[in-house]
């Protein structure tokens, strides 16, 4: 039986939106779990921008790539999420991934803000072609608070509906403060 952690839990409803052929980001790359997961979707003919602020972070993607055999489609970035158009077109991705909070195994003192993720959620959303989908993986407690959960799920709320539809999940009957799964579709 599956796990459901958020972030499988996430791509579960990416699977068939990622076509060959598609761009992708992981704005977050983290351990690269993601990174690999898009490389594979995209095919030979695809493209992944993956980023962190950790050249650790990027360190372990690139071995996790070069083991699955799919770095050549990958494009590593070592720069915060908030200058995600700097690195890609408006109207340019079919999903981007991020995943909110501190690179597991890492500082726990280096985490994701709530200013700067936001921005980055911002251009992720000028980035994203329509009926593009973005997925939040939002963690809280512990080491990083609850200030950056609370700012982007308030964020969230002010998207005009017309433009973008913002589905919310929970992790109901789980103890202390489990992770938020989130998907936000670009209607137009």
Request: hydrophobic share 40%; glycine share 8%.
């Given at each position: 039986m599956?796990?459901?952690?958020i972030?499988?839990?996430?791509?579960?409803f990416?699977?068939?939106?990622?076509?060959?052929?598609s761009?992708?980001?992981?704005?977050?790359?983290?351990?690269?779990?993601?990174?690999?997961f898009?490389?594979?979707?995209?095919g030979?003919?695809g493209k992944?921008?993956a980023?962190?602020i950790?050249?650790?972070?990027?360190d372990?993607?690139?071995i996790?790539?070069?083991?699955?055999?799919?770095?050549?489609?990958?494009?590593?970035v070592?720069?915060?999420?908030?200058?995600?158009?700097?690195?890609?077109e408006?109207?340019?991705?079919?999903?981007i991934?991020f995943?909110?909070?501190?690179f597991?195994?890492?500082d726990?003192k280096?985490?994701t803000?709530?200013?700067s993720s936001?921005?980055?959620?911002?251009?992720?959303l000028q980035?994203l072609?329509?009926?593009?989908?973005?997925?939040?993986c939002?963690?809280?407690g512990?080491?990083?608070?609850f200030e950056?959960r609370?700012?982007i799920?308030?964020?969230l709320k002010?998207?005009?509906?017309k433009?973008?539809?913002?589905?919310?999940?929970?992790y109901?009957n789980?103890?202390?403060h489990?992770?938020?799964p989130?998907?936000?579709?670009?209607?137009s």
């Amino acid at each position: 039986m599956k796990s459901y952690q958020i972030a499988e839990y996430n791509r579960i409803f990416l699977e068939n939106i990622i076509k060959e052929g598609s761009f992708c980001i992981d704005a977050t790359a983290g351990g690269g779990n993601d990174t690999v997961f898009l490389a594979k979707k995209v095919g030979r003919d695809g493209k992944v921008l993956a980023m962190d602020i950790q050249q650790a972070a990027l360190d372990k993607t690139a071995i996790r790539l070069e083991r699955e055999g799919v770095e050549k489609r990958v494009k590593l970035v070592l720069d915060t999420h908030a200058k995600l158009l700097s690195y890609a077109e408006i109207n340019s991705a079919d999903v981007i991934m991020f995943n909110f909070g501190y690179f597991p195994g890492g500082d726990h003192k280096i985490h994701t803000k709530a200013e700067s993720s936001i921005e980055a959620i911002q251009a992720g959303l000028q980035i994203l072609r329509k009926d593009g989908v973005m997925s939040l993986c939002i963690y809280s407690g512990g080491d990083s608070g609850f200030e950056e959960r609370d700012a982007i799920l308030d964020y969230l709320k002010t998207l005009d509906s017309k433009h973008y539809l913002v589905i919310l999940s929970e992790y109901y009957n789980r103890p202390n403060h489990p992770p938020i799964p989130v998907l936000i579709v670009k209607l137009s």
